[in-house]
């Protein structure tokens, strides 16, 4: 098992120009801290899609532990599209990942409600890494974080953001997806390697 991996630190400018806090939806006061930062850290990676935990009070629903758990779409599927609701939420999911994969985007990440033993989730939340993708091929809507992903989850379902960007101060998103909103404690986190489709073989 491939315990941890380091980052390679990048600047925002590099791929995107610079890209303000504000236009993921935070406060003035949060906008004032200036343009996103990126951090470096270590990941825990696990070969596995584990059982959900219950992590106690204040916590509503159990998650998955903490690591960074490696799946695939057809894990992900087979685990967690489990209803008809949770079916159509996971298709918005495949048009995202497809349309990622067609930018080049070589890895992304599941998180929120879905991922957890929530009955009926609202949506999904992700990000994907910034590593190989062509940004005039990718679908501008991912960079569309207006009116609260408005555009992403009439097109998706859910919510995707670029994990190398700070989704919290201090915190890439990345990083903020792997702690429990309602506790603050820390939680698991999906991780799928895409792989561009072969198309059919003779």
């Not at 080049?104 to 999904?124: A, E, N, Q, R």
């Amino acid at each position: 098992m491939d315990s941890t991996y380091h980052r390679r630190r990048r600047t925002a400018s590099s791929a995107l120009g610079r890209v303000c806090p504000s236009a993921f939806g935070w406060t003035p006061a949060d906008a004032s801290r200036g343009w996103v930062d990126i951090h470096q850290h270590n990941d825990i990676v696990v070969l596995m899609i584990p059982s959900l935990t219950d992590i106690g009070s204040p916590a509503p629903w159990a998650v998955l532990p903490p690591g960074m758990h490696d799946a695939t779409l057809s894990e992900i599927e087979a685990r967690f599209a489990t209803t008809p609701h949770r079916r159509w939420l996971f298709s918005g999911f495949v048009r995202a990942a497809d349309a990622l994969i067609a930018a080049g985007c070589m890895t992304l990440y599941l998180d929120g409600s879905f991922v957890t033993d929530k009955p009926h989730p609202d949506d999904f939340d992700g990000c994907w890494r910034l590593a190989g993708v062509d940004l005039n091929k990718l679908d501008p809507v991912f960079l569309e974080f207006a009116n609260k992903r408005a555009a992403q989850k009439a097109k998706f379902l859910g919510e995707m953001f670029i994990a190398e960007l700070e989704g919290a101060p201090g915190l890439t998103f990345l990083e903020f997806f792997q702690i429990e909103k309602f506790s603050g404690r820390p939680k698991g986190i999906l991780r799928v390697q895409l792989v561009p489709s072969k198309g059919p073989t003779a």
